[in-house]
């Protein structure tokens, strides 16, 4: 079946500007996950969604980034005001969920995000 | 806390060598899952293996096995007969159970990652 997808695959941008960032998760995984990666930070968790509700934004560097998801599908990462540092693979992935056990999450390919 | 360290940042090989990546844990916990990920150049992760805390049986797929030793807090990954199509940079990763108790929620921490070249 299809994989997780995620739009735009790159996006240059101006520093200042916002940005959306979108995944779609594979079809009937109801635990969504952002991840970040970066050269100097390696892989970082931002935020995961339950079906639609975030019981952990831990991740969140400030308070310009947020993420929202609609029912079990997709969901969208938005970067307000973005900053150099925001240059990074923003990396979505999904997984069957559980109350007392781990899936294995299944990535998308990431957007390349270049703040200019 | 929990903290996965991946002390080998590059290896180079030469085909059909075998090659060893180290990956050393850290966790309170009593209950926790192990990933292997792999990272090819496309870029895209590709999930390897899971592996649950209370299950230490090594586990072989095909060229590729591991060795979970809780007494060390090691998951290493070895591939046999390396092939250039291994090259990829792979990354160990550590979780927690949801509802452990924790806030954890599954979320995956992940070692800095191994770069592997396997050269004709």
């Known amino acids: 079946g299809a994989g997780v997808s995620q739009s735009p695959s790159n996006k240059v941008t101006e520093k200042g500007k916002d940005v959306e960032l979108r995944c779609d998760p594979i079809?009937?995984?109801?635990?969504l996950y952002w991840y970040r990666q970066s050269l100097g930070q390696g892989l970082e968790f931002l935020i995961y969604f339950q079906g639609n509700s975030a019981p952990d934004k831990s991740g969140l560097p400030s308070d310009r980034f947020s993420a929202e998801r609609t029912g079990e599908s997709v969901s969208t990462l938005t970067i307000q005001r973005t900053q150099q540092e925001d240059s990074a693979v923003y990396l979505c992935a999904s997984s069957l969920a559980h109350t007392e056990y781990t899936y294995e999450q299944y990535f998308g390919p990431g957007t390349r995000l270049t703040v200019t | 806390a929990q903290k996965v360290t991946q002390a080998q940042t590059e290896i180079s090989v030469v085909e059909k060598e075998d090659v060893t990546l180290d990956c050393v844990y850290e966790?309170?916990?009593?209950?926790?899952?192990l990933f292997w990920y792999k990272q090819p150049p496309s870029g895209e992760l590709v999930f390897l293996i899971r592996?649950?805390?209370?299950?230490?049986q090594n586990e072989i797929s095909g060229r590729y096995s591991w060795n979970f030793q809780k007494s060390t807090s090691s998951f290493n990954f070895t591939i046999t007969a390396s092939q250039v199509v291994d090259s990829a940079v792979y990354f160990c990763a550590l979780s927690e159970p949801p509802g452990a108790g924790g806030t954890s929620y599954g979320k995956l921490t992940f070692g800095q990652g191994t770069i592997l070249t396997v050269h004709p």
């Open positions: 592996r649950n805390s209370f299950d230490e």
């Open positions: 079809s009937g995984h109801t635990a």
């Open positions: 966790t309170r916990d009593t209950t926790y899952y």
